[in-house]
T-cell receptor
Framework: GESVGLHLPTLSVQEGDNSIINCAYSNSASDYFIWYKQESGKGPQFIIDIRSNMDKRQGQRVTVLLNKTVKHLSLQIAATQPGDSAVYFCADIYTGANSKLTFGKGITLSVRP | KAGVTQTPRYLIKTRGQQVTLSCSPISGHRSVSWYQQTPGQGLQFLFEYFSETQRNKGNFPGRFSGRQFSNSRSEMNVSTLELGDSALYLC????????????FGPGTRLTVT
């Protein structure tokens, strides 16, 4: 598989516990924030997004929190399962001229059975 | 609906050679973005094509180039390969230019020896 997890911080959680993955961003003009999950041998997969005028958004077992004051984004995963083991990336984008996704470094989530 | 496909999946080249990678977007998507992923630098934006025109470019040398065809398929080319070009090259498609809802392919793993 792809060794995308090298040099990345790792979060280890017990199966069934809740996970919190944190991310900082730098562009105060960004208007969308996205979390991606990347499993070994695959490309990043969209999990959930949040618009800059919101501070919380919930999906299925996942919640994203946005704190624009400190430029901080977090992903909460409820009842973490072995299938959640992957590398997680946050990304932000300003959807104006020359818009592009800017990715964070990524965090490896490891779920202990 | 078929996802984003990339060919080849794995490639081994020698320093100084050139390489062409191919990406077929999701049907109906007209934007294709390319990213380089390495353990040290993470995911970095290379360029975006929309309707056969390059809309945005990242901070990579001119050895990296791309193009898009009328059917939205895209190719990227790297000339005069260097050892540091070894990486996973990902393409992502979206409906609109600069869109934040990007869908990634599995990537092409390029190894330069």
């Amino acid at each position: 598989g792809e060794s995308v997890g090298l040099h990345l911080p790792t979060l280890s959680v017990q199966e069934g516990d809740n996970s919190i993955i944190n991310c900082a961003y730098s562009n105060s003009a960004s208007d969308y924030f996205i979390w991606y999950k990347q499993e070994s041998g695959k490309g990043p997969q969209f999990i959930i997004d949040i618009r800059s005028n919101m501070d919380k958004r919930q999906g299925q077992r996942v919640t994203v929190l946005l704190n624009k004051t400190v430029k901080h984004l977090s992903l909460q995963i409820a009842a973490t399962q072995p299938g959640d083991s992957a590398v997680y990336f946050c990304a932000d984008i300003y959807t104006g001229a020359n818009s592009k996704l800017t990715f964070g470094k990524g965090i490896t989530l490891s779920v202990r059975p | 609906k078929a996802g984003v496909t990339q060919t080849p999946r794995y490639l081994i080249k020698t320093r100084g050679q050139q390489v062409t990678l191919s990406c077929s977007p999701i049907s109906g998507h007209r934007s294709v973005s390319w990213y380089q992923q390495t353990p040290g630098q993470g995911l970095q934006f290379l360029f975006e094509y929309f309707s056969e025109t390059q809309r945005n470019k990242g901070n990579f040398p001119g050895r990296f180039s791309g193009r898009q065809f009328s059917n939205s398929r895209s190719e990227m080319n790297v000339s005069t390969l260097e050892l540091g070009d070894s990486a996973l090259y990902l393409c992502a498609s979206s409906f609109a230019s600069g869109g934040y809802e990007q869908y990634f392919g599995p990537g092409t793993r390029l190894t330069v020896t």
